[in-house]
């Protein structure tokens, strides 16, 4: 449900992004007129749409992986090589959650802004970077735990 709401979000700030390009595209273009925040906030926009959006992506299994070596292995080594590399990876994000707050919370605490003349706060994309991040360690932790109460002998390899 989460992640579906999030994905929804992600559509909606993608849109906006687009528009938000297009608009700048066109003032330049038409009336001359150069924005210096359009920039800055479509990139805020995908931002928010990479990050919050790759929960769901891994829920539905649709992050990148390499197939020629699924095809080789067996196929209950195949199941505990997905197993492994869904432990390696919610490791890996944990750590990249703990370092996204880290990020966020110094952007908060010291007020950081951007270079640019409108200087938006940097926490906003750094609170989607650890929200996204943390939801995708929360997914695969899910899954890792799931996987194992539905079906505890693919650990040990069997059928």
């Known amino acids: 449900m989460v992640n579906k709401c999030l994905v929804w979000l992600g ?8 528009l938000i390009l297009s608009y700048s595209v066109m003032s330049r273009g038409i009336f ?6 359009q920039d800055e906030a479509a990139l805020f926009c995908l931002v928010g749409v ?4 790759s929960s769901y992506v891994q829920e539905k299994r649709g992050h990148i992986g390499i197939s020629a070596i ?3 292995l067996p196929h ?8 492994i590399i869904d432990i390696i990876s919610c490791l890996f994000f944990a750590f990249f959650s703990v370092k996204t707050w880290d990020l966020l919370h110094e952007a908060w605490v010291d007020g950081q802004v951007t270079n640019s003349t409108w200087a938006p706060s940097l926490w906003v994309p750094y609170a989607m970077m650890f929200a996204g991040m943390a939801l995708l360690t929360f997914q695969l932790f899910l899954q890792i735990f799931i996987r194992k109460a539905v079906a505890p002998d693919l650990i ?4």
């Open 70 to 72: 699924e095809g080789l």
């Open 76 to 83: 209950p080594v195949n199941k505990v090589r997905a197993i």
């Open 11 to 18: 559509s909606i700030a993608l849109m906006a992004a687009a």
């Open 156 to 159: 040990r390899g069997g059928h």
């Open 32 to 37: 001359h007129a150069a924005n210096d925040w």
């Open 50 to 53: 990479t990050f919050l959006c």
